[in-house]
């Protein structure tokens, strides 16, 4: 993949973040892939790469929609 961008929450609740999002990586296919993990307790670190830069902003809104979705869900719950 040609293009790619990582983003790093740091957030107490970070494993409940990665639990949220991390189904969303298995038996993806396309034009862009992303991957998901913890770095401690504290910081959700998200990999998106993608094969032409359309496709990489078509997948950071994704991804981006989904942690603040899921950020959401968490405050509400």
Known sequence: ???EATF???SESAHFLYDAVKPET???SGRSVADV???GN???VIRV??????ALRAALNTWLRLINIAKE???IA
Not at 49 to 54: F, G, I, L, P
């Open 26 to 28: 298995e038996g993806v």
């Open 37 to 39: 993990w913890l770095e």
């Open 1 to 3: 993949m040609k293009h």
């Open 42 to 44: 504290r910081i959700l």
């Open 73 to 75: 869900m968490q405050e």
């Open 8 to 10: 790093r929450f740091e």
């Open 49 to 54: 790469c993608a094969e032409d830069v359309s």
